[in-house]
Structure formats: C-alpha cells, structure tokens
C-alpha cells in the first residue's frame, strides 16, 4: 500500500484513502464481519511504523472519521475498536513537528522529520514535492544507475528521494546538497532518523553508503568547491521552478563537468512537474544553448508512490 503526501506521518493513510475508500461501502457492504475494518487498522494507524511515527492528530482524526461515516452507511451496529482508535487520537497531544512515512518494495520505510507548512522558514525545501517521488520511484525500478556509484543530489529538500536511493539502490556514497542552513539541519536529522550515518561518524554501518549534506548554493559554488565531490550520477528534481533558478541549475552543471577533467562527465536525472510548459521550454533551450544534450527518459506508471496521479511529469537525461 502506498502513503500520501500529508501533514504529519501519513503512513499508507490517505493512499490508501485514494484507492480504497471510495469503494469502501461496497466493501463493507459484502462484508458479513468487522474483519475488514480491523485489517484496515492494522494496515494504517495501527501499522507499526505509523506507532512509532504518529500521523498528525488532524490527520488520523478525519482519516478515522471517513471510515467511521463509511462504516455507518451501510451497518447500523457501531465498531467499537473503531470508537477507541478515534478516542485515543483525539486524546493524544498534537506535536509542533510532523512526520511522513514511506512504505518501499522491500518491506522497509523512509520516515521524514518535516515541516507541516508549504513555505517555511523562507524555502519550499521542507515538503516533499510531487517530483521527488516520481524521481524516487524511477530510482528504484531503475538501481542499475546507482549501484556502487557517487550520487550528489541537488536541492535535496526533505531528503525523500536519497533516503530512498540509500535504502534501495546501494550506492557507494551519496550527497545530499542545499543552500538552506534551515534545510541542511533537517536533512541531517532525517538522515539520522532512518538509521544511516553520516560520514564523520566512524561507528557507522559498513554496509551503508557513506552519506554527507553538504551546503552547495548553486550561483557560488566554483570548480574547485565542486571538484570535492567527483559524482557519477547527478540528481535534481523539482528545481525548475523559476527561470533564474534553471539558469543557476545550468550553470552549476556545466562547472560540475568541468570537475572531472579527464574523466567521464557525471549522468544527470532532472525530474520535474510539468507547471509552465514555458518553463520547461526555458529549461530546454538554456540547455542547448549550453551545448548539453538531453533525452527525456520514458514515462513509468505509478506503482509506490503517492505523487499526484492527474499531473503531467516529466524526467531528462542530460548528457554533459
């Protein structure tokens, strides 16, 4: 089952909303016991992760209500279980900072320590937007371009799409990068909080990739900054969204090619959500006037991810 993007950990919670409980009454309705309605507990507030990492009280609260008022629709005897789960939401104590959680292929999560506002602390990098999951998703269908390799990440915002690029794709060493001291903050404790280590900690596990947030403001940063990190794969998603920031976008590539002198140039994966068609005409044409070709990498269905199943998005090979 797959989370959605939501104030607070919300862990397989409205996913599952979006698929399920528009046909919940049916459900319900063929339904000759309570089963149903407990199994959907155990696979959403009562889920283990969703114990450890709480949902936002606001969140459980309407999630648990929806299928109170679905399972009133169609049975007049109350669910108690249901009754006591709402009780307890109601009496816990909502907290300042929320969580989402991430439910991968493998039976493992991602879990983000994260701010509840759009816009915080002057930045957008506090939310995972839609093109970190579509880039995410990509990653894990596609670990062959990760596997044993460097990857730095560009605008790494909550740090949803390394995290998972880390848990599922094994790559030697992974760099995550910001301009945003607020963000670079959050990012390490997210880091933290899904058990990898950061590259000063020598008790760190072995068989993690060595891992390091690094502040990187793309219209400073000169060749010899970017020449500390010798990535292999370059990564971006949802940084389009401004032409000044796709000319810095641009701009710091084209010194990240110069880094490695006589070596390959990095692969580069640009994912972004299709807004502004002028935008992405903008981001193109800065491109080839650059002389960096691209490929626009094929279309995936969605499979794991909750990004927004009606936006158009979108993913670039760059070949610097």
Same mark, same amino acid.
């Given at each position: 089952?797959?989370?959605?993007?939501?104030?607070?950990?919300?862990? /397989?919670?409205?996913?599952?909303?979006?698929?399920? $409980?528009?046909?919940?009454?049916?459900? /319900?309705?063929?339904?000759?016991?309570?089963?149903?309605?407990?199994? !959907?507990?155990?696979?959403?507030?009562?889920?283990?992760?969703?114990?450890?990492?709480? +949902?936002?009280?606001?969140?459980?609260?309407?999630?648990?209500?929806? $299928?109170?008022?679905?399972?009133?629709?169609?049975?007049?005897?109350?669910?108690?279980?249901?009754?006591?789960?709402?009780?307890?939401?109601?009496?816990?104590?909502?907290?300042?900072?929320?969580?989402?959680?991430?439910?991968?292929?493998?039976?493992?999560?991602?879990?983000?320590?994260?701010?509840?506002? !759009?816009?915080?602390?002057?930045?957008?990098?506090?939310?995972?937007?839609?093109?970190?999951?579509?880039?995410?998703?990509?990653?894990?269908?596609? +670990?062959?371009?990760?596997?044993?390799?460097?990857?730095?990440?560009?605008?790494?915002?909550?740090? /949803?799409?390394?995290?998972?690029?880390?848990?599922?794709?094994?790559?030697?060493?992974?760099?995550?990068?910001?301009?945003?001291?607020?963000?670079?903050?959050?990012?390490?404790?997210?880091?933290?909080?899904?058990?990898?280590?950061?590259?000063?900690?020598?008790?760190?596990?072995?068989?993690?990739?060595?891992?390091?947030?690094?502040?990187?403001?793309?219209?400073?940063?000169?060749?010899?900054?970017?020449?500390?990190?010798?990535?292999?794969?370059?990564?971006?998603?949802?940084? #389009?969204?401004?032409?000044?920031? !796709?000319?810095?976008?641009?701009?710091?590539?084209?010194?990240?090619?110069?880094?490695?002198?006589?070596?390959?140039?990095?692969?580069?994966?640009?994912?972004?959500?299709?807004?502004?068609?002028?935008?992405?005409?903008?981001?193109?044409?800065? #491109?080839?006037?650059?002389?960096?070709?691209?490929?626009?990498?094929?279309?995936?269905?969605?499979?794991?991810?909750?990004?927004?199943?009606? $936006?158009?998005?979108?993913?670039?090979?760059?070949? $610097?």
């Amino acid at each position: 089952m797959a989370p959605e993007e939501n104030a607070g950990t919300e862990l /397989l919670l409205q996913g599952f909303e979006r698929r399920f $409980l528009a046909s919940l009454e049916a459900k /319900l309705r063929d339904s000759s016991d309570s089963e149903l309605l407990r199994d !959907i507990l155990q696979k959403t507030v009562r889920h283990p992760v969703c114990v450890k990492h709480p +949902p936002s009280v606001k969140y459980a609260w309407c999630f648990l209500s929806e $299928l109170i008022k679905k399972h009133e629709a169609v049975h007049t005897e109350p669910l108690d279980k249901l009754y006591e789960v709402l009780a307890e939401t109601l009496m816990a104590k909502e907290s300042t900072q929320g969580h989402r959680s991430y439910l991968l292929s493998s039976g493992g999560s991602v879990t983000l320590s994260k701010s509840t506002a !759009i816009i915080s602390h002057g930045t957008t990098g506090l939310v995972t937007w839609d093109a970190a999951l579509y880039l995410a998703e990509w990653a894990i269908e596609n +670990p062959a371009a990760f596997i044993n390799r460097t990857v730095l990440e560009l605008g790494s915002g909550a740090g /949803l799409t390394g995290l998972a690029i880390c848990k599922m794709c094994r790559p030697r060493a992974y760099i995550f990068s910001d301009p945003h001291s607020r963000i670079l903050e959050q990012l390490r404790g997210n880091v933290l909080l899904n058990g990898l280590s950061l590259e000063a900690d020598i008790t760190g596990n072995l068989d993690s990739p060595r891992v390091t947030v690094a502040q990187l403001d793309w219209d400073v940063a000169m060749v010899h900054q970017l020449s500390a990190f010798q990535p292999d794969v370059v990564i971006a998603a949802d940084v #389009l969204y401004c032409p000044e920031a !796709i000319v810095s976008l641009v701009g710091v590539l084209q010194r990240l090619a110069a880094c490695r002198e006589h070596k390959r140039a990095p692969e580069v994966y640009v994912a972004f959500t299709v807004r502004n068609p002028e935008t992405c005409q903008l981001f193109t044409t800065e #491109l080839g006037r650059d002389g960096i070709r691209w490929e626009a990498e094929a279309h995936h269905d969605q499979k794991l991810f909750p990004y927004g199943e009606h $936006l158009e998005m979108a993913m670039l090979n760059l070949t $610097l």
